[in-house]
């Protein structure tokens, strides 16, 4: 059963408590704003009325945000299928890289360094082991997840590669052992786990941060790191859609909400450890706000990342023309209209008629009125979001 409750809801109840305690900065607050103001007549609208029952409906504005539950199906439909046609024909395998806890106080302190180091370090895995398994360069896209299913901070990366690499011969090759594996993943790991801490430990030099944070690197240098790779899938445009799940996800999703009461949280969150069983998971309401803002990014970071042969200036580099599309994704491509109108692809692609009569089911909605935003005045965002929370 959907639940009827949203973010926005927790943001306006616990947001003034949560402010008060934790001080957050100014990018977190403004993301919690956005959330706040989400799809209401603070942003505006336009009111629409069916042209067969004489149905009226208020619609209002969505945030856009990249954080916000509510602003992103459609955006993934859309990048999905853009993905569609730029993708090899070839089977694909799914790599997840983590991270150990212990350096979470460092991605806390300095969270665009952590993140940019992070992506680095793994595609140097990703393509050292490209050449030195199959002397081909390699390509792969990356998607940045910072957390746990009970919204804990869990910095990791999920790699979609192909198993075909370019050959320093200039020529496409199969790579993958027997298409079972793709890399030996202890020796992925330990690759891994070198380069990281070497990027992060000369970056901290750098800025003389080292020695607050060399105990946790040595902690981490002592544990084993997770590397998990699943075998490889099957068709380019199946791995397209799968891939799809992982791009445009938050935190928490508004369905995973169960309850809201005067002082916590409840939301279901799988437990990994049981069979990743749902189970629900009950926070304090300023704590739950506090979890999710860890995984608020920096302003402008990139959390879809393409490299190799993945990547425009490698393609043109290398003048690669990829393979031709096999008849699964023509089919699905055929499927697109060259002139078609904004409502009619979201329909395509998500099978939703936003145009349609909710009421009648027959006729069709047309804007007969548009509503202006709410003009604010100019003020510290500090202000304006305990305007909002009072």
């Given amino acids: 059963m959907r639940s009827d409750l949203e973010l926005a809801d927790i943001v306006r109840q616990f947001g003034k408590q949560y402010i008060e305690k934790h001080h957050p900065s100014y990018s977190k607050m403004k993301v919690l704003l956005n959330i706040l103001q989400c799809r209401t007549a603070t942003l505006g609208g336009h009111k629409e009325q069916c042209d067969s029952c004489l149905e009226v409906r208020y619609s209002y504005n969505s945030c856009g945000n990249r954080h916000c539950p509510k602003c992103l199906a459609t955006k993934q439909a859309i990048w999905v299928e853009k993905l569609m046609d730029e993708t090899l024909p070839v089977k694909h395998y799914h790599i997840i890289f983590t991270l150990p806890h212990e350096l979470n106080t ?20 990703l393509r050292t082991f490209g050449y030195t398994q199959y002397n081909a360069e390699t390509g792969a896209i990356c998607v940045l997840h910072s957390w746990g299913q009970n919204l804990s901070l869990h910095p990791h990366i999920h790699c979609l590669l192909p198993a075909a690499g370019y050959s320093l011969q200039g020529e496409w090759k199969q790579i993958g052992k027997n298409q079972k594996y793709l890399y030996p993943i202890h020796q992925l790991s330990d690759t891994f786990k070198g380069k990281f801490l070497d990027r992060i430990k000369r970056a901290l030099r750098k800025t003389g941060l080292l020695s607050g944070f060399d105990p946790a690197i040595q902690t981490a240098y002592n544990k084993p790191w997770v590397v998990h790779c699943e075998p490889s899938m099957a068709s380019a445009d199946h791995v397209i859609k799968y891939l799809g799940q992982y791009t445009h996800r938050v935190a928490i999703s508004n369905d995973r909400i169960l309850e809201i009461s005067d002082t916590h949280v409840r939301f279901i969150a799988k437990d990994y450890r049981d069979k990743a069983q749902k189970k629900p998971v009950r926070l304090p309401g300023v704590e739950f706000l506090h979890r999710f803002c860890q995984h608020i990014l920096p302003k402008g970071f990139v959390k879809i990342r393409r490299y190799g042969i993945y990547n425009a200036r490698t393609k043109r580099n290398l003048e690669l023309q990829f393979i031709p599309k096999e008849s699964a994704v023509e089919k699905e491509l055929s499927g697109k209209k060259e002139n078609e109108t904004s409502l009619e692809r979201i329909k395509r692609l998500t099978g939703f008629d936003i145009g349609k009569c909710p009421k009648c089911k027959n006729g069709r909605m047309h804007i007969i009125e548009e509503i202006p935003r709410i003009r604010s005045p100019s003020s510290p965002i500090r202000q304006l979001m305990n305007a909002f929370l009072q």
């Fill in 106 to 125: 460092i991605c806390l302190f300095a969270p665009r360094l952590y993140y940019k180091i992070l992506f680095a370090s793994v595609w140097q895995t």
